[in-house]
């Protein structure tokens, strides 16, 4: 099954960028609004993915609420 993640930027003057974590959602329009909504005030660029999940991990991902999970808490399922 196919779920598309945002990568959430972490910045931090003198010590550079790295990748926080990534946010799954179900749908590309979903990932973009996330990607709006979460990253307002940053300016780097972070393009959504499709990957592939497992079924067990879609069934998590469509009963939460916002049908979106992190990918760290995702991989549990």
Known sequence: MLAVKVAVIESERGWGQKIDDYMVCLS????????????????????????DITDSQMKKLKNTK?????????RKY
């Open 28 to 51: 590309i329009e979903d990932a973009n609004k996330f990607k709006q909504e979460f990253n307002s005030e940053n300016t780097e660029s972070a393009v959504p993915v499709a990957i």
């Open 66 to 74: 916002t049908q979106r999970m992190w990918l760290a808490n995702l």
